[in-house]
């Protein structure tokens, strides 16, 4: 037993595709732009984020332990933290 399926009218197949293809077209590009957009965004936003971190002046503090149990003796909830960025008892330390 031989299955057959039924034949599309020509003028359908045509209608279809002059719909699909265009609309098909737009929406692959589209998503590929969302996707670009995307990567873009999280990209400046972790740029953004390092600059921030890059500001913090903990780790050239003279009072900077280097120690994960006590970071720094005189503000050590704000030790490593943005909140460190203006620090009022910063000092340079001497690295010679």
Not at 22 to 31: G, K, M
Request: glycine share 4%; aromatic share 6%.
């Amino acid at each position: 037993m031989v299955l057959q399926l039924m034949a599309l009218p020509a003028g359908l197949v045509s209608v279809v595709q002059t719909v699909l293809v265009p609309l098909c077209f737009i929406v692959a590009w589209s998503l590929i732009g969302l996707i670009g957009w995307s990567l873009t965004t999280a990209v400046r936003d972790g740029v953004d984020r390092a600059a921030v971190m890059h500001k913090i002046p903990c780790a050239e503090c003279r009072y900077f332990t280097n120690d994960h149990r006590l970071k720094c003796p005189i503000h050590p909830r704000i030790a490593l933290s943005e909140a460190a960025i203006d620090c009022a008892d910063f000092e340079r330390a001497d690295l010679t």
